[in-house]
Nanobody, 126 residues
Framework: VQLQASGGGLVQPGGSLRLSCRAS????????IGWFRQAPGRERTGVSC????????YYADSVSGRFTISRDKDANMVYLTMSSLKPEDTGVYYC????????????????????WGQGTQVTVSS
């Protein structure tokens, strides 16, 4: 199981960015998928996820309404589309996956994920 995140960069406040996560060794439709971020000096926290328990999407309160997680089964890719970006969205973004069933609570928690990508830096600044 491997994940490769990309698409990060420097964007102005209010701007948009789409992160991509290329998956290999497993089918994105079968596993729980999560996006997490880590700001400098802070813990890694859940941003958004797709539960493999109920197949629904979930978001942290801080990004709800601005971020959208999606997956392309044919391409075996996962995306995080971010809009109305704020400086507090700055951090390294990681995609992660887990085969075990994760419900709406667990799928936003780092502790349940066994497989992680390498991270991509997102900086929101004017």
């Amino acid at each position: 199981v491997q994940l490769q995140a990309s698409g990060g960069g420097l964007v102005q406040p209010g701007g948009s960015l789409r992160l991509s996560c290329r998956a290999s060794g497993f089918a994105v439709d079968d596993y729980a998928i999560g996006w997490f971020r880590q700001a400098p000096g802070r813990e890694r926290t859940g941003v958004s996820c797709i539960s493999n328990s109920d197949r629904r999407t979930y978001y942290a309160d801080s990004v709800s309404g601005r971020f959208t997680i999606s997956r392309d089964k044919d391409a075996n890719m996962v995306y995080l589309t971010m809009s109305s970006l704020k400086p507090e969205d700055t951090g390294v973004y990681y995609c992660a996956t887990e085969r075990a069933l994760l419900d709406r609570i667990a799928c936003l928690q780092t502790m349940w994920y066994d497989y992680w990508g390498q991270g991509t830096q997102v900086t929101v600044s004017s």
